[in-house]
């Protein structure tokens, strides 16, 4: 931004960043982000650099960081690179577990999905077998 540019007021912000303003103001509260001082008539203006620390907090999300979690990045920062990798390698387990665990649901899905095919009951095999008992483990 040079000086022929607009201040970045929050929506010209939301705009860069390619967020809403409601996520800004979300992130504000989280004290993801710095609210500049509103002055006494006029707008919020906000430094450019905010524009890369919401792109940032955007791709640590899709990477499966929770906002408490990003907080704790963004505290770290640059100079803690160990203190980072350790929180990155607990979140890839995490993430390895939920795989897991979405994998066996697909088996089990799977499985039903197959019995329908085979099965020319009046009853649906699929709702008879989930209302069982010991179907994923009660």
């Known amino acids: 931004m040079n000086k022929k540019d607009p201040p970045l007021t929050i929506g010209r912000l939301a705009k860069a960043a390619k967020v809403n303003i409601e996520t800004i103001r979300h992130y504000q509260r989280k004290t993801l982000i710095v609210e500049p001082e509103k002055p006494l008539n006029g707008f919020r203006h906000y430094p450019v650099t905010t524009i890369d ?10 990477l499966g960081f929770s906002l408490k979690e990003i907080k704790q990045l963004l505290l770290l920062g640059e100079q803690h690179c160990h203190d980072v990798q350790q929180l990155a390698i ?13 994998q066996t649901i697909q088996t089990a899905l799977d499985q039903l999905i ?6 020319d009951t009046e009853k649906c095999s699929l709702i008879k077998t989930l209302s069982e008992q010991g179907f994923l483990e009660d």
């Open 90 to 102: 607990e979140k890839r387990a995490i993430i390895n577990r939920q795989i897991s665990g979405l």
């Open 114 to 119: 197959e019995k329908c095919y085979y099965d």
């Open 53 to 62: 620390e919401l792109k940032f907090i955007k791709r640590a999300q899709q």
